[in-house]
């Protein structure tokens, strides 16, 4: 009890030190103020004004590491449009929920025990916004990237492409035109596109596309996107290199942090850390791709006798299914290894023996092979859900 005493009394003096008040508010009104506290920072985001639809807002960062801090920048969610900014930049794109705000050039350094404030002025119709729940600080002192960190970065980044690629599509513009065209100019050029907090780009695009690895990879970072096919499909990759490692990270097909830079690389390892949440939803889903290819095959005229009696597959062998990218599997090994094979590649899926009273019956177990863990669904959850 003691130490849990220490702990919160050093935060509060902590707090105190720069005016960073614990309280918080559930109502946006002036003088709401709620703080937060992270790995080496505090932070008090404070409400000055609310006035005529719009609001004020002052936000304090102190240094409570050891060293100094540089190129600081403030990620919160906020879904105003922000008009102003003073003592600061706004970083991410105006139509972000995500909001980020960076130093202003002359305020990146922050000595140890030392505060540096912003404001910013927002548009909020009706006061209809609320203090954040979190804020999440950035700065140098944290320039280390894990394998995990560089392909969670290559996952963030894919869908944003993806998402531009789907917005060029339906203004008449085709995945060939996108990259003949120059729309990924800087991010499919050999050395790809550097990104930072630092890093200023003139095409809305890079802008975004710096603002997703910035919130996820930190230091000399640089970002590629290629084209290939995937099933004979126009795909694109992603890869993040840590230029300081020379670590890569890379989605579709994570990698164990060396890939052949430039080049959708599949001949790398798979990196598998499957949390037991991720092993039982795709659990789930390759439940759903069995089931479903057995019940389209009595729509075809087959009973359930000749089905159990003629279905071979890899899944219910005592090996399992890999599920792998590169395979050319088929019948119902093809439908699951083309449903997880995205989010869930290098997983080991196990179907057990299949019967059939009233309905099929059988039960679903992924494994990865990296560290043990394992889901599972059956039946049973079927009819529970």
Not at 161 to 177: C, R, T
Not at 192 to 214: C, L, P, W
Not at 264 to 289: G, I, K, W
Not at 349 to 363: L, M, Q
Request: net charge neutral; glycine share 8%; charged share 25%.
């Amino acid at each position: 009890m003691k130490s849990f005493k220490k702990i919160i009394s050093g935060v509060t003096a902590l707090a105190l030190a720069c005016g960073l008040s614990l309280s918080a508010s559930a109502e946006l009104k002036a003088g709401d103020s709620k703080a937060y506290k992270g790995t080496g920072y505090m932070a008090k985001y404070e409400v000055l004004s609310v006035k005529d639809g719009k609001s004020t807002v002052k936000v304090t960062l102190k240094n409570t590491s050891k060293k100094k801090i540089n190129n600081w920048a403030v990620r919160f969610v906020n879904y105003g449009n922000i008009e102003s900014v003073k003592n600061g930049k706004l970083f991410s794109p105006d139509y972000w929920m995500f909001r980020i705000i960076k130093d202003d050039g002359t305020n990146g350094s922050v000595a140890p025990n030392e505060c540096v404030s912003f404001s910013f002025t927002m548009t909020d119709p009706g006061n209809s916004s609320d203090i954040p729940e979190g804020i999440t600080v950035y700065s140098d002192l944290d320039k280390s990237n894990s394998v995990k960190d560089l392909n969670k970065t290559a996952f963030a980044c894919y869908n944003g492409i993806d998402q531009i690629l789907n917005d060029y599509k339906a203004k008449g513009v085709s995945f060939d035109e996108c990259f003949k065209n120059g729309v990924f100019a800087n991010l499919n050029s050999k050395d790809g596109m550097k990104t930072g907090f630092n890093y200023r780009y003139k095409t809305e695009i890079d802008r975004e596309i710096n603002a997703v690895v910035s919130m996820f990879a930190r230091g000399n970072i640089s970002v590629y996107v290629g084209r290939t096919e995937i099933d004979g499909k126009d795909s694109c990759f992603v890869q993040v290199r840590d230029n300081r490692t020379g670590k890569i990270g890379q989605y579709p097909h994570r990698t164990q942090g060396e890939a052949t830079w430039g080049t959708f690389d599949l001949d790398t390892p798979v990196y598998t850390n499957y949390s037991e949440s991720q092993l039982r939803s795709a659990a789930s889903h390759a439940y759903d791709c069995v089931a479903g290819y057995l019940y389209d095959l009595m729509k075809e005229g087959q009973d359930y006798q000749s089905i159990l009696e003629n279905i071979d597959f890899q899944a219910g062998s005592d090996e399992g299914l890999k599920i792998d990218m590169k395979a050319s599997y088929d019948g119902v090994d093809k439908v699951i290894n083309d449903e997880l094979k995205y989010l869930e590649e290098g997983m080991i899926v196990y179907v057990s023996e299949i019967t059939y009273r009233n309905y099929f019956r059988f039960t679903v177990q992924t494994k990865d092979p990296a560290t043990g863990k394992t889901g599972q669904y059956s039946y049973q959850d079927s009819i529970i859900c």
